[in-house]
C-alpha cells in the first residue's frame, strides 16, 4: 500500500496524525513533523510560560495520539506509517519543556539532540517503537524528548551550553 496516495487530509484523523498533512513530506517527514513544531514552541518560550502548564495538553495530545494511531493500524494493517509525525510533535513538546533559554540557539540544540535520539532509540524507546499498538508509535518519542531534554538540561547546568 502506498501510503502516500492512499490517504486523505480531508479525514480528520489522518489531518491530525500527520500534524496538518506536514507527515506527507516526499522526504523525511519525521523531521518534518519536528521543525513544524518548532516555531510554535519558539514562540511560546519567548513568553517564558511556566511548563507545567503544558503537561495537561501534551498528556490529553498523547493519548488521542495513541488512540488515533492505533485506529491507524488496525484499519490500514500498517505499523508505525511514516506520515505520522504527531509522535515527533509531542517528543519535541516533551523536549522542550526542560528549555533553560529562549534563544535560537538553545532551540536548535534541543531540536539536534531530539531527532538524535529518535533516530536511534536508545532503550525503552526501542521497546515501545516495537509494540504493536499505537501507544508505541507515540511512546517511544516521548522517551527520545525526555533523553533529548534530560541531556540538553544536563549540558546547560555543567556551562557546556552557555550562549
Known amino acids: 500500500?502506498?501510503?502516500?496516495?492512499?490517504?486523505?487530509?480531508?479525514e480528520p484523523t489522518v489531518f491530525f496524525?500527520?500534524?496538518?498533512?506536514?507527515?506527507?513530506?516526499?522526504?523525511?517527514p519525521g523531521t518534518m513533523g519536528t521543525l513544524a513544531i518548532m516555531p510554535v514552541l519558539y514562540t511560546l518560550a519567548q513568553f517564558n510560560p511556566p511548563f507545567i502548564l503544558f503537561i495537561p495538553f501534551i498528556t490529553l495530545a498523547t493519548i488521542f495520539s495513541c488512540f488515533l494511531a492505533h485506529h491507524v493500524e488496525q484499519k490500514?494493517?500498517?505499523?508505525?506509517?511514516?506520515w505520522i509525525v504527531m509522535d515527533e510533535v509531542i517528543g519535541m513538546s516533551v523536549a522542550?519543556?526542560?528549555?533553560k533559554d529562549a534563544g535560537?540557539?538553545?532551540?536548535l540544540i534541543l531540536f539536534v539532540l531530539f531527532r538524535f535520539f529518535d533516530i536511534i532509540k536508545v532503550w525503552p524507546a526501542s521497546y515501545f517503537d516495537k509494540l504493536k499498538h499505537g501507544s508505541g508509535i507515540i511512546i517511544d518519542d516521548i522517551v527520545?524528548?525526555?533523553?533529548a531534554g534530560a541531556i540538553y538540561a544536563t549540558?546547560?547546568?555543567?556551562?557546556?551550553?552557555s550562549f
Open 1 to 10: 500500500m502506498n501510503e502516500k496516495k492512499s490517504f486523505s487530509l480531508k
Open 17 to 28: 496524525l500527520s500534524f496538518c498533512g506536514v507527515g506527507f513530506a516526499p522526504k523525511a
Open 76 to 82: 490500514y494493517g500498517l505499523h508505525d506509517p511514516q
Open 96 to 99: 522542550w519543556l526542560f528549555i
Open 104 to 107: 535560537v540557539a538553545h532551540h
Open 144 to 147: 527520545s524528548g525526555i533523553y
Open 155 to 161: 549540558l546547560f547546568h555543567f556551562g557546556l551550553i
